[in-house]
């Protein structure tokens, strides 16, 4: 098991007890619509131009939740493994998957010590994102792994919600203009958070309602890639979200969701392809 200070290794308990708590409500939310949603409506079209062909490819999706998003994978052909730290999301995303006629391996384990479960140069793609590197304390570390579970020659291919739209909030006086609420760059340590609201539909946590969340700007996420031997591909920077974030926001025709024609033009979501050396 990957050390870290007693601080921090609570908090990443308290985050396995939030997701836990999540879990059963995510499952019946219409935000998931699990067992009626198109698997493939998840991802923006860039993210297959940039996957290319799976058939037949090794691929890990890390941080994988209920696996809404690692389905589309094995129905692309690819040999599918699911990864996450809550064993109740784990033990839902293998029903689903099973449901769903498709062979996905899941293991429940924290990223940071994934590889002495599925051991190393296992993986031809690692894939990540939407909602995951805040849960992270530790990029470096992070970066490692997911090195040492690629092959030579082998990528990560990492989609996230950009930083700007994790800094950006609605203005209090109730106008649809947004403004600054939060930190854009890393370096303040962990934000906590207590709800007993998640970001679905659905009653309210009745246990596990605190976690903690870590910032990441865009340039510490890419120098970190870097100094850890990959070389970079591509990074794509969209104005477009799977789903409302702001009230304001209105349907593209790909389906997903953008601001107004008369709002700037701002990255909400991105897309990075990295590389490991053969």
Known sequence: MVAFDETVRSMMNANRANWNARTPIHVLSEFYSVGTKDPLAWFAPFEWDDLGDLEGRDLVHLQSHLGVETIA????????????????????????????????????????????????????????????????????????????????????????????????????DGTADLTLFHDYLEGRGAIEKDSTRTYTDGPALRTGTVNYEWTHGLGEVITTLIQAGFTIDRLTETELLPWQRWPQMVRADSGWWTLPKNAPRIPLLYGLKASKPT
């Not at 599918?80 to 429940?108: C, K, L, P, Q």
């Open 73 to 172: 994978f094995a129905l692309k052909g690819a040999r599918t493994t699911g990864v996450d730290f809550s064993d109740t999301a784990i033990a839902e995303a293998t029903r689903i998957a099973h449901e769903h006629g498709v062979a996905i391996d899941y293991v429940n384990s924290d990223v940071y010590d994934v590889v002495d479960s599925l051991g190393p140069s296992r993986f031809d793609i690692v894939y990540t994102g939407k909602g995951s590197l805040c849960y992270l304390p530790d990029l470096p570390r992070w970066a490692s792994t997911v090195a040492t579970l690629l092959r030579p020659g082998g990528f990560l291919y990492l989609v996230e919600f950009h930083p700007l739209l994790n800094a950006l909030g609605p203005k209090p």
